[in-house]
């Protein structure tokens, strides 16, 4: 006899779970994960029993499929949450600790059912493993997402804090959420994957705490964040490609050493990587006037030269501190509104350079 979580109901808001109870083989039932109607948007990793396992933020599970029930098998550490989308209606599963089967679906007449779980919690929070997901229908061919999006990016990308009632509150996994970030909002809204290689306190020269090591141009092609496995870049070849760091370099003052070359020289190295991206260099809305100044005209300068030296797709991007006004998220983060509000100025800026 075995308890396991089982998802009781869907509402806008939260996935309520009680423990139901009743015989039950684990990993019974629970089909291979890499089939025709189960999909992960974003990185991962196979472990030793050729299971996916992600820590990405923003990292999705995409299912189709024909029935009345699907339970998808998870393991995790039990910190990490996730957006639950079914057919449309939105929810928020907390993931509990070690392997468990979560029912998502459970309706009482077979049908066609579009489900998307994305992971809202960063990477330091652990990584997510898929299990298996099982039906008693079976699952359908998925619709392909031809245009795709990647952000290299920091705590604002991250979506730390965003969920809290700001700016005073403390910032951790309960309200972190990807999901509700400006790329996220902006992938949405233009109908594309979102690749999110983004890191708290991490920058491009030195992090929130002034270290020069383990800065963000050291993860971006980890499969899973902090793990030393390394994606195949060429397989990834984003359409729009955004950097926004920086805000880490200037928090407590001007970054020592020439900031501006080292992003001239790291926007090279993303160009190499991906010949194709529209590019945008991004700073803002955070930092002390003084500093979101200098940052700003750092990166412009970076990008300035990179046009100069012939490359045709890449721009600035500047979010003004004003957009964070009267929308704070916790620890002086933005909050949904002024993520909002930078999604849509994004959303915007994608659709004329790219004609989407």
């Known amino acids: 006899?075995?308890?396991?979580?089982?998802?009781?109901?869907?509402?806008?808001?939260?996935?309520?779970?009680?423990?139901?109870?009743?015989?039950?083989?684990?990993?019974?039932?629970?089909?291979?994960?890499?089939?025709?109607?189960?999909?992960?948007?974003?990185?991962?990793?196979?472990?030793?029993?050729?299971?996916?396992?992600f820590g990405w933020p923003g990292t999705a599970i995409r299912i189709q499929?024909?029935?009345?029930?699907?339970?998808?098998?998870?393991?995790?550490?039990?910190?990490?949450?996730?957006?639950?989308?079914?057919?449309?209606?939105?929810?928020?599963?907390?993931?509990?600790?070690g392997s468990h089967a979560y029912r998502l679906v459970d309706e009482g007449v077979e049908a066609v059912h579009h489900v998307r779980l994305t992971r809202r919690t960063e990477g330091y929070e652990g990584s997510t493993t898929l299990v298996g997901a099982s039906t008693d229908g079976s699952f359908l061919d998925l619709d392909r997402t031809i245009r795709k999006i990647t952000v290299i990016g920091d705590s604002i990308s991250a979506g730390f804090g965003v969920d809290g009632a700001g700016p005073e509150c403390e910032a951790g996994a309960a309200n972190g959420n990807q999901t509700a970030t400006y790329a996220a909002l902006a992938a949405r809204d233009l109908k594309a994957d979102l690749l999110a290689l983004a890191w708290s306190g991490r920058g491009l020269t030195q992090n929130y705490d002034?270290?020069?090591?383990?800065?963000?141009?050291?993860?971006?092609?980890?499969?899973?964040?902090?793990?030393?496995?390394?994606?195949?870049?060429?397989?990834?070849?984003?359409?729009?490609?955004?950097v926004h760091l920086g805000s880490n370099d200037y928090a407590r003052g001007a970054p020592e050493g020439d900031f501006r070359q080292a992003y001239v020289?790291?926007?090279?190295?993303i160009r190499r990587s991906f010949p194709k991206a529209q590019i945008y260099g991004a700073i803002g809305p955070m930092l002390a006037p003084e500093?979101?100044?200098?940052?700003?005209?750092?990166?412009?300068?970076?990008?300035?030269?990179?046009?100069?030296?012939?490359?045709?797709?890449?721009?600035?991007?500047?979010f003004p501190s004003e957009t964070i006004a009267q929308s704070w998220g916790c620890s002086w983060?933005?909050?949904?509104?002024?993520?909002?509000?930078?999604?849509?100025?994004?959303?915007?800026?994608?659709?004329r350079d790219m004609k989407w």
Not at 9 to 22: G, K
Not at 232 to 237: C, N, S, T
Not at 335 to 351: D, H, P, T, V, W
């Open 291 to 318: 500093m979101l100044q200098l940052a700003r005209s750092a990166i412009e300068s970076a990008v300035a030269s990179r046009v100069a030296a012939g490359d045709t797709k890449v721009g600035a991007l500047f």
């Open 1 to 53: 006899m075995s308890c396991l979580p089982r998802l009781r109901s869907v509402t806008p808001y939260a996935i309520a779970l009680m423990l139901v109870c009743f015989p039950y083989a684990q990993g019974a039932g629970a089909a291979e994960w890499k089939q025709p109607g189960v999909e992960i948007v974003g990185r991962y990793a196979l472990d030793a029993d050729g299971k996916p396992r």
């Open 265 to 269: 020289s790291f926007l090279e190295r």
């Open 65 to 97: 499929f024909r029935g009345s029930k699907l339970d998808v098998t998870l393991s995790d550490d039990g910190k990490n949450s996730y957006r639950v989308e079914v057919d449309g209606k939105d929810a928020t599963l907390q993931l509990k600790n």
């Open 333 to 351: 983060h933005p909050g949904k509104a002024a993520q909002q509000r930078m999604g849509a100025q994004l959303s915007e800026r994608i659709k």
């Open 210 to 242: 002034r270290s020069k090591t383990q800065v963000m141009p050291d993860f971006i092609e980890q499969l899973v964040p902090g793990e030393p496995a390394r994606a195949v870049l060429a397989d990834e070849q984003p359409d729009v490609l955004i």
